[in-house]
């Protein structure tokens, strides 16, 4: 047998289409991440944390109301402003609420609302504090809240912050 030079290795005929398969799976991966990107910031805004309002409580209109909404004290009213991914902007209130009452209180609604310089409303939201974060305040107990208002445009003027008691119910 005489010498015929190199032998050429041929490649295994398993390559190719395992490369060519792992091309489309990457491309697919891109286009579902451009696609789902592409919906978050084009979708209108949903309001996602919406609470049920408070039931057979008393509300603004009501004398006694207004009486027991002025024993109510909010203090230490702090507004943070937090940025979100894709541009949004959210301002988390952080406020301490003491109930100069003299009733054990079961059910509280407040209203957190970011106000520009001549006070118009630039973005709001209400949330049930009570029963839904702590089960009640007593008479003279302090408690913290905390809410966090979303979707705020950087671009707006935001000049005040203002957190307020919309709804109570008693024992």
Known sequence: MS???????????????IV????????????????????A??????NSYSQPRLEESLRAG???????????????LVGVEKMHPFNDLAIE????????????????????????????????RTVVIIPTRQTALEPEEPMNVR???ENIDPASERGHISLEVTALRFD
Not at 20 to 39: D, E, N, P
Not at 41 to 46: A, E, K, N, S
């Open 41 to 46: 910031t084009t979708r209108p805004y949903l």
């Open 147 to 149: 809410m966090l208002i």
């Open 62 to 76: 009501n004398p006694e109301f207004e009486m027991l909404r002025e024993k109510i004290l909010v203090e230490h």
């Open 3 to 17: 010498y015929q030079g190199p032998i050429l290795i041929r490649e295994p005929e398993l390559r190719w289409p």
């Open 93 to 124: 209130l952080t406020a301490t609420i003491t109930n100069n009452t003299g009733s054990t209180i079961n059910g509280m609604e407040l209203r957190g609302a970011i106000l520009d310089s001549e006070g118009s409303l630039v973005r709001e």
């Open 20 to 39: 060519l398969l792992a091309a489309i799976i990457t491309a697919a991966i891109a286009i579902g991440a451009a696609g789902m990107q592409y919906f």
